[in-house]
């Protein structure tokens, strides 16, 4: 299901901002699903078996923090817990650390390497969005 991606305008800089390691990501788009805002995106390379070279990322700059792509919102009495993905591969970061986290998101080498900058810039600059707010 391709979904046009919305443009959100955040009030403020969030406290924490998801970030997929691509290395454990099958993209089985569990959490694009439930994206309340629209910021993550199957990426893949080639024509690929889905699972294989495909992988979700994570929109920065539209990411509100919600946490929503890890686990479903429970009561809290009940015992259970509800995880969006399957694989553990995503991960709520505070934002100052972000940059970090985005450096080690792995992936096939060539997409990782052409993108790096593009990826971590963006962390940087929420990261001292951040800081100053």
Known sequence: MNRRPRKTRR??????????NA???TGCESCIEICPVDCI???GIG???K?????????????????LCVRIPRRRNDA????VCPWDAIEMVPTERVAEAVAQIGGP???????????VDA?????EQRVCT
């Open 41 to 43: 995106e199957l990426r």
């Open 123 to 127: 962390a940087k600059r929420l990261a």
């Open 11 to 20: 009030k403020k800089t969030p406290k924490v901002l998801a970030v997929i």
């Open 47 to 49: 024509q690929g078996v």
């Open 109 to 119: 080498a060539d997409y990782a390497s052409e993108n790096r900058d593009r990826l």
């Open 80 to 83: 259970y817990e509800l995880t």
């Open 23 to 25: 290395d454990n990501c």
């Open 51 to 67: 699972g294989t070279e495909s992988w979700c990322e994570i929109d920065l700059e539209r990411c509100i923090g919600c946490g």
